[in-house]
């Protein structure tokens, strides 16, 4: 059985402390015969709302595998720690070895960048930086191309709108 464990830890603690705590909570598991899969720190986030007059929290990721006892033993130990504001574990279908959703958005802009700078130097520099400022300004040139056909045509229909609606008022007149 695995369980998906996610905690926020109260923003004044250092990230150093979030780790230790984390720390404590894994041997917990670990001496309740639990296995730690998958142990993930989100950083400091946001709160979608405040808890304790808190707008931010560290927020961690544990996922858990064994008995329900090994769960029922860490959510015990974090109840009893006035560090965490707010918990919840989910049992899990199927175990992933991928990251989770929010680690992967965090280090996706970072590894393309790593790519592109690799396949950069293996170029040759300053025909990339030619060529990317060219694609730049072919798309800057495209999207007021595009933005000014828009407004000719929504400028165009608007007075065939408003010359059928003199015509009709004149009609009936």
């Known amino acids: 059985m695995y369980y ?4 926020i830890v109260n923003p004044d603690v250092s990230q150093e402390n979030t780790e230790e705590l984390t720390n ?4 917990r598991v ?3 015969a639990g296995r730690i899969v998958k142990r993930e720190y989100w950083g400091s986030r946001p709160l979608a709302y405040s808890i304790a007059k808190r707008k931010r929290g560290h927020y961690v990721l544990l996922v858990t595998d064994g008995e329900p006892a ?4 860490l959510e015990a130990a974090i109840r009893l720690e006035e560090r965490v504001m707010r918990f919840l574990t989910t049992r899990l279908t ?3 070895d991928a990251p989770s959703p ?3 958005r965090k280090s996706t802009p970072a590894e393309e960048a790593a790519s592109t700078d690799e396949t950069a130097t293996e170029a040759k520099p300053e025909e990339s930086k030619s060529e990317e400022k060219v694609e730049a300004k072919t ?5 007021t191309k595009t933005t000014a056909k828009t407004k000719k045509t929504v400028k165009a229909k608007v007075e065939e709108k408003t010359e059928a609606a003199a015509s009709s008022e004149e009609a009936s007149a």
Do not use: D
């Open 70 to 73: 090994a769960i029922q033993a």
């Open 24 to 27: 404590a909570l894994v041997e």
């Open 102 to 104: 929010l680690m992967r």
């Open 4 to 7: 998906e464990t996610i905690f």
């Open 94 to 96: 199927e175990l992933s």
């Open 139 to 143: 798309e800057a040139e495209a999207k």
């Open 30 to 32: 670990e001496k309740a």
